[in-house]
């Protein structure tokens, strides 16, 4: 059976690494994008010369509407997903929680949590073996800021992954009888634009000085996760959260 993957935010980071890398692998690529078509259509370019078919798609994907636009237009282009990249993610403003202002708070958990639920519920529609499908693979792209906090600077963001993780474990034991299998990654701080387009452009700087490896990640190296988990290299990882943090 062939791979299909949707990657949520592929058009920047960890999730254009991580498309590219399905396509190295053999395997088909749909990619959402909130508003940077060029660089999304750059990633689909890359995909393409690995030989694969490859789309992307402009989708929100904290509008449950977009969500079920995103996956219908990927059953039409490719076929059913057999593998989800939950990727899509922002952090929001950076601050303490006093401060936080109440649309910042909702936007982070419509994209990071409201979104990736949104994005489970369709995935799970094709790949159940209950409703025909073949069983598949979840990724959901978590963060280390689920286990420390980020105390004052992203609380909100980390709750967010907190629950995010949550859903993790929960819907691996509620889906692994239907064949599907889900996982998520502790990334640790990568070297991508998200924290320059938050308003907190040192941060990966910081984090770098602290690190037992003395840098940040390069997208690559959570996507080289991301795939392991995706494919069935990992057949008998279910449930788990594994940690590419660089030892932080």
């Known amino acids: 059976m062939k791979n299909i993957a949707i990657v949520t935010g592929g058009s920047r980071g ?27 259509e ?3 370019a890359v995909c393409l010369s690995e030989g694969v078919r490859a789309h992307a798609v402009q989708a929100d994907v ?14 039409e282009a490719l076929g059913p997903s057999n593998i989800l990249i939950n990727n899509a993610g ?18 982070v958990f419509e994209v990071n949590l409201f979104g ?10 094709r790949m159940a073996k209950s409703r025909g499908g073949n069983g598949g693979s979840i990724v959901n792209i978590s963060s280390m800021a689920a286990k420390f906090g980020s105390p004052n600077e992203y ?7 907190g629950a995010l993780d949550s859903m993790t474990i929960g819907l691996a034991k509620e889906v692994g009888p239907e064949g599907i299998r889900v996982n998520a990654i ?22 770098a000085s ?38 932080m």
């Open 14 to 40: 960890i999730g254009a690494a991580t498309a590219k890398l399905l396509a190295k692998s053999g395997v088909d690529v749909y990619i959402s994008y909130q508003s940077d078509k060029e660089s999304a």
């Open 42 to 44: 750059a990633v689909v």
């Open 62 to 75: 904290g509008r449950r509407e977009d969500v079920a636009r995103l996956f219908s237009t990927c059953d």
């Open 90 to 107: 922002i952090v929001g403003e950076a601050g303490k929680l006093v401060d936080l202002k109440p649309e910042v708070l909702q936007h």
């Open 116 to 125: 990736a639920v949104y994005c489970c519920q369709e995935a799970i529609k």
């Open 155 to 161: 609380i909100h963001y980390a709750a967010s992954k």
């Open 186 to 207: 502790h990334s640790g701080t990568a070297d991508t634009d998200i924290h320059e387009r938050s308003g907190n452009p040192d941060r990966p700087a910081m984090v």
């Open 210 to 247: 602290i690190n037992p490896l003395g840098r940040v990640a390069r997208p690559e190296e959570i996507a080289e996760a991301a795939v392991w988990l995706a494919l069935e290299k990992s057949s008998y990882t279910n449930g788990a959260i594994m940690p590419v943090t660089g030892g």
